[in-house]
């Protein structure tokens, strides 16, 4: 039996980013792969609507980790503390996480 079918699949918050990233990334995707990444794409709208810093901070670092650019250089440009940046970032994944572990959700599993 595969011991991942067996075991409990449960979204974490550096699963979120992941996904998120992947969602961003620039390469040829299959047409299961475009409907889970347009899928990963509506998270922040509908998970962090009332968390506005967090949800732009998520999808600036997804955009930026997927084209390889410096966190710390995209925020030192714009005047953004890093610190700070990354705080909000990581509250988003932990909201969505908490969203889509959450009890009736209509995501798909990790």
């Given amino acids: 039996m595969d011991q991942r079918a067996s075991a409990p699949l449960t979204w974490t918050p550096e699963l979120v ?11 040829p995707l299959g047409l299961d792969e475009r409907a889970r990444a347009a899928e ?8 962090l609507l009332a968390l506005p810093d967090e ?12 084209r390889g650019l ?24 932990e909201v969505i996480a908490g969203e889509l572990n959450g009890s009736g959700s209509r995501h798909a599993r990790p």
């Fill in 70 to 93: 410096s966190i710390r250089e995209q925020c030192k440009a714009r005047g953004w503390s890093r610190v700070t940046f990354m705080r909000r970032k990581n509250r988003a994944c």
């Fill in 17 to 27: 980013c992941t996904r998120m990233v992947e969602a961003f990334r620039e390469h």
């Fill in 40 to 47: 990963v794409l509506t998270w922040p709208a509908l998970h």
């Fill in 55 to 66: 949800r732009d901070a998520l999808l600036w670092w997804a955009k930026w980790k997927a």
